[in-house]
């Protein structure tokens, strides 16, 4: 029988996963007719927001409510949900519309353009997720995610006609991506509820109302809405009570199935909990504990572990959450083999330090801070243990890469590089030309971990050197050894190789020294 469950699809800041790409799409287009009862009921629900309450017996079913305001258990019964919303949670009504003048102007314009346009078509529309999470933790998130109570992608059509945006439509799953052409994205989707046929598979949708697709999501904090119709611009729908699980730092999911459906929100809920410092609620901590001591996660695609993992790892300060990750015994998922030792642990919490330097002195590097992360967690592995890790997390080649070769060239230059005596720029140059700048952020961190200050300055000041050099291209080329009478083979390499270290030692400064440093191995 199918699982009942609410989710929403994955989307990330790294770019969209397989998973994301499925979960966007859906063929069963639907429209409930502009004017319809259910249409003229999502807006007085919007209307009334504040006042609303879920019946019991169904998530559609609202009623209003004069004083205290009630939260009724979700259809699956959301766990802690308490019955009577908090005075706090009265007292802070946000004024209608308050709480969009957080976002930056030219986007709350959009949004009330885009709530007219859903009024012409008789759908209630909504801000949702993340970014209303965000909005009410006064964080800063333009990751506009909007939902149609009625055809999502049509309306997302229309709306890309209006503002001639690029539009990805994700038929199967109802789903929409907009491209405004300021380079905006909003996602438009219908909203719905979700069913799994088995846990971990990824989820069969169907229309539904607001507060169906709020309860199917992952945690209260993110199952809010804002309604962006004209008359109810502004309003708040805190069906399960995310409001006030943000004012109590608090993250609690919606039911007791949520992490087996999807151990995505296993990662998901570490995520959110080291990002904001909240605490896991005991239940969901408990079913948390749970889910992790199974097999379940194995059962996630690639894409999909990749995505969490990467988005994990993407984070300001991800090495609590790998923490996290250890004591849950998480990381057996990428490789039981993966050796988590003391001087692994140190590695890794020696990166966010190595990355700060790193970035000040180089802000034009574009690090794949992931990766580097990753890096440091396998650095002591065998490259067996590395290889499965990288095909079960279906790296890309560019990653698998650089994780693959990272950790070797890693340990072999650091014994070199902080060894006493003179170590000239051009053997620095070759010690780490074939070095991805993860690799060198990771050089940094392993010598920033074996806590020998020592020698610390001296391997910034070779990587500070190495980053100059690098550039550095001698004056002759190929050609000119030719017309310099050269025979064409091997000693070309040599030669051009020869005088690139000349340079970077500073042996050779102008073109005319070049040429008299070629004509001497020539005729010598
Ligand atoms: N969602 C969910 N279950 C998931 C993934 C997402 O219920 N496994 C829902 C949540 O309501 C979430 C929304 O979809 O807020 C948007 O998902 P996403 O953009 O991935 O997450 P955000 O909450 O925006 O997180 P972030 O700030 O990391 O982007």
């Known amino acids: 029988m199918a699982l009942e469950m609410r989710r929403n699809q994955g989307k990330n800041g790294i ?33 009334q927001a504040s006042e609303l309450l879920l019946d019991k017996t169904s998530p559609a079913t609202v009623r209003k409510r004069d004083s205290k305001q009630k939260i ?124 799994y046929a088995q846990p971990a598979v990824l989820p069969t949708v169907q229309p539904a109302s607001i507060e169906a697709d709020l309860s199917r999501r992952d945690f209260t904090i993110n199952a809010i809405a804002v309604q962006l119709n004209q008359r109810q611009f502004g309003r708040l729908l805190d069906p399960y009570g995310g409001r006030r699980d943000l004012r109590e730092r608090t993250i609690r999911v919606l039911h007791a199935g949520s992490f087996q459906d999807d151990p995505t929100r296993i990662f998901r809920a570490i995520r959110f909990e080291q990002r904001f410092g909240f605490r896991l609620e005991r239940t969901t901590s408990r079913l948390l ?36 990750l250890g004591q849950l015994k998480l990381l057996r998922f990428l490789h039981r083999g993966l050796c988590y030792r003391k001087d692994v642990k140190r590695t890794v919490t020696a990166v966010p330090k190595a990355l700060t330097w790193w970035v000040s002195r180089f802000p034009d590097s574009a690090i794949d801070r992931p990766i580097v992360y990753l890096m440091a967690l396998s650095s002591e592995s065998s490259p067996s243990v590395v290889a499965t890790m990288i095909r079960r997390l279906v790296l890309s080649r560019e990653q698998a890469k650089k ?10 230059a650091l014994k070199s590089l902080t060894k006493e005596g003179t ?47 690098r550039t550095m291209k001698t004056a002759l080329t190929g050609r000119d050894l030719q017309a310099m009478g050269l025979q064409m083979g091997p000693q070309y390499k040599t030669i051009l190789g020869k005088l690139l270290d000349a340079r970077i030692d500073g042996m050779v400064t102008t073109e005319a020294e070049e040429r008299a440093f070629v004509q001497e191995r020539l005729t010598g």
């Not at 790409?21 to 249409?39: E, L, Y």
């Not at 300060?317 to 996290?324: G, T």
Request: with cysteine.
């Open 15 to 47: 770019g969209l996963s397989n998973y994301d790409r499925v979960c966007r799409t859906d063929d069963r287009p639907w429209q409930r007719p502009s004017g319809s009862p259910s249409a003229t009921n999502s807006k007085n629900r919007g209307d």
């Open 72 to 195: 009724n258990s979700p259809p699956h019964g959301c766990l802690g949900c308490r019955g009577i919303a908090t005075m706090w949670t009265m007292k802070n009504q946000p004024v209608p519309g308050r709480l969009i003048q957080r976002l930056p102007k030219k986007i709350q314009r959009l949004l009330r353009q885009v709530g007219a346009l859903a009024d012409e078509q008789g759908v209630a529309l909504y801000l949702v997720g993340g970014v209303v999470r965000d909005l009410l933790l006064k964080r800063e998130n333009w990751d506009l995610d909007l939902t149609v109570e009625g055809d999502g992608v049509a309306f997302a059509r229309l709306v890309a006609d209006r503002y001639k945006a690029g539009l990805a439509v994700f038929e199967r799953f109802a789903t929409a991506r907009l491209v405004f052409p300021d380079g905006l994205k909003v996602d438009i989707a219908t909203t719905r509820q979700e069913s």
């Open 289 to 324: 504990v749970q889910a992790a001591s199974t097999n379940l996660i194995q059962r996630l695609s690639g894409p999909r572990l990749q995505n969490e993992i990467l988005l994990l790892l993407a984070e300001r300060d991800p090495v609590r959450a790998l923490v996290r």
């Open 403 to 412: 994780v693959s070769t990272g950790a070797s060239l890693v340990d072999r």
């Open 423 to 469: 170590v000239r720029p051009s053997q620095v140059y070759r010690l780490l030309e074939d070095f991805s700048d993860e690799a060198l952020v990771l050089l940094l961190a392993k010598k920033l971990s074996k806590q020998q200050g020592v020698r610390l300055s001296l391997l910034r000041r070779h990587l500070t050197a190495y980053m100059k050099n």
